[in-house]
C-alpha cells in the first residue's frame, strides 16, 4: 500500500509536506521520499528505509538540507520513490500508489520498441513508478501521458507529479479505487490520500477528485486538465481496515462506518440467537475496536479490553518481512488482565480474517490465560479473492487467504464457484465454511458480516464500491 501528501504553498513548503506525509505512516512501513522544487535549487529529493526507524527520525535534517515552495512526499510499501526524470516533456518528480499486474508485459513492450532500459532492482524487477513515468513518456505532454499509463496498465495507479516549475499534478487513478483530496488555505493549495493529514494542518477541504480526473495545483490554483469518469469502484476495505478512523472519503466517515458496521453484525446475532451469553466484547487488532464498541452498544454487553498490546517498542506487528517474525512480535506485545479473562466468554471482533495465523495464536493465547470461551466476528465477509487492483495485503498466494483454502479443501477448485453460498451464513456450504474455521483457529463461534451489511455501513451505493475480494466480481 502507501500514502501522498502534497503542497504548493507561498511559503516554503517542506514543513506541511513533512508531517502530512508523516500522518500517512500506517500505510506503508518500507520507505518513504520527499521531492521539493526550488526557483533557485531546483528539484530536490530525499528517499529513506523506514523499516526500522519511523519516518520522523529519518526525515528529520531535511529542513536544514531541502527548500522550495512545493513538494510532494509518500509512504511506500514497495518501491523507493519519488523518483526524479528528465524527459522530452520536462524534468519532474514522480510518486506511484497502486498496482500493476501487466508490469512484464509492459517492459517488454517498451524495451523492444523503444530500445530503452529500466534500472532493475534485485531479482530483475522493475519500480513500477519507473515503469509509469515511462509509459507518460510516450506522450507529448503530462496530461495525456497520465492517461495513457492509466489505460496501458492493469490496476491502478494514483500519481502525483511535481514539476520543474514548481507545480503539483495530481491524478486519482481510473475507477477511483483510492481518494485524492485537495484542501487549501491562505497560502496555497495541498493534496493528500487522507483528509486529516491536512486538517491538522490548517488546510480546509476544497473537494475530492473524480475517477480518473487530473488536475494542476499551483499557487495561482486549481487547473482541471482532464474531467472525472462517470464509473466509480473505490475500494471497500479502506473503511473496514486500512482506512485512518479520522478521515472520510466520499464523504464517509471511517470511525462512523466502523460503528455501524459492528451494530449490524450485532443485530443479526441477536435475530439468529448467537453468541447471547457473553461477558464482554472487546476489538482485535486497534482497527477491530470500533466495530467492537458498535457491537457491545447494540448488544447491550459490556466493551473490554482482555489483553492491552504494549506498543511502545513494537507499534506495528506487521513491520517483520518474515510472518515469523511477525507472529513472535505480536505474540510479544500482548499483555493479559487476568480478571477480564478468567472464566469469561469473550466476543471479538477483527477487521478482517485474511490468513487467520495471528489471530489462532490470540485465541489459543485468550484461553491459555483462563478463557471459557472466544467467539470471533469479522467486519468483513469472507476474503476469498486477493485483491487485484491495489497492494494492501501482504498475501502473496491466494491460497495463504484462510477461506478460499478451507473452501479448495473441501471441494477442489470446483468449490470456488460456490463462493457466494461460502459467504452466506444461511446456506449449508456457508455454515461448513465457519465450522471448519473454528475447528481450525479454536472458535467457540465464527460469524462474517455479509456484503449487504458491510455496504449499508459504509452508505454508499454498491455499484461505486469495490468489492472483488470478497465477491470476485470485476468490473
Known sequence: MGGYF???SRKDAISDVFFGTDYHSHLGTRRAGIAVFDNKLGLQREIHNIQNSPFRTKFEDIFDEMQGFAAIGCISDYYPQPLLIRSE???????????????????????????????????????????????????????????FAQNAIKGSACILMLTDHGSII??????????????????????????????????????????????????????????????????????????????????????????????????????????????????????GTPHAIGYANESDKDFARAFIKYTPTWSRSFTPAKQKERSKIAKMKQIPIHDLIMDKKLLFVDDSIVRGTQLKETVDFLYSNGAKAVHMRSACPPIVYGCKYLSFSRSNDEMELIARRVI????????????????????????????????????????????????????????????????????
Not at 524487477?125 to 507529448?140: M, P, R, S
Request: with cysteine.
Open 89 to 147: 516533456i520536462g524534468t519532474y518528480a514522480i510518486i506511484v500508489i497502486g498496482m500493476v499486474n501487466n508490469e512484464d508485459e509492459l517492459v517488454e513492450k517498451y524495451l523492444s520498441s523503444n530500445k530503452g532500459h529500466f534500472g532493475a532492482m534485485t531479482g530483475g524487477k522493475v519500480n513500477t513508478t519507473e515503469l509509469i513515468a515511462a509509459l507518460i513518456n510516450q506522450k507529448e505532454n503530462y496530461c495525456e501521458g497520465i492517461k
Open 408 to 475: 479448495v479443501e473441501l471441494e477442489g477448485e470446483e468449490g470456488l464457484k460456490y463462493a457466494e453460498e461460502y459467504s452466506d451464513s444461511s446456506t449449508e456450504r456457508g455454515k461448513k465454511l465457519r465450522e471448519v474455521i473454528c475447528d481450525k483457529l479454536g472458535f467457540a463461534s465464527l460469524e462474517f458480516q455479509s456484503l449487504e451489511g458491510i455496504i449499508e455501513a459504509i452508505g454508499l451505493d454498491r455499484s461505486e464500491l469495490c468489492t472483488y475480494c470478497w465477491d470476485g466480481k470485476e468490473d
Open 170 to 287: 495530481a491524478a486519482r487513478d481510473r475507477f477511483g479505487r483510492l481518494p485524492v483530496l485537495i484542501g487549501k488555505n491562505e497560502d496555497g493549495f495541498c493534496v493528500s490520500f487522507e483528509s486529516f493529514a491536512y486538517q491538522k494542518l490548517g488546510y480546509e477541504d476544497e473537494r475530492e477528485l473524480g475517477p480518473g480526473e487530473i488536475v494542476e495545483l499551483s499557487l495561482e490554483g486549481i487547473t482541471q486538465l482532464a474531467p472525472p469518469g462517470n464509473k466509480k469502484k473505490i475500494c471497500a476495505f479502506l473503511w473496514s481496515y486500512y482506512g485512518y478512523p479520522t478521515s472520510s472519503y466520499e464523504g464517509k466517515n471511517v470511525e462512523v462506518m466502523r460503528y455501524k458496521n459492528g451494530k449490524i453484525m450485532a443485530r443479526r446475532d441477536k435475530e439468529n440467537g448467537l453468541a447471547q451469553d457473553i461477558d464482554y466484547v472487546g476489538g482485535v487488532p486497534d482497527s
Open 6 to 8: 502534497g503542497a504548493v
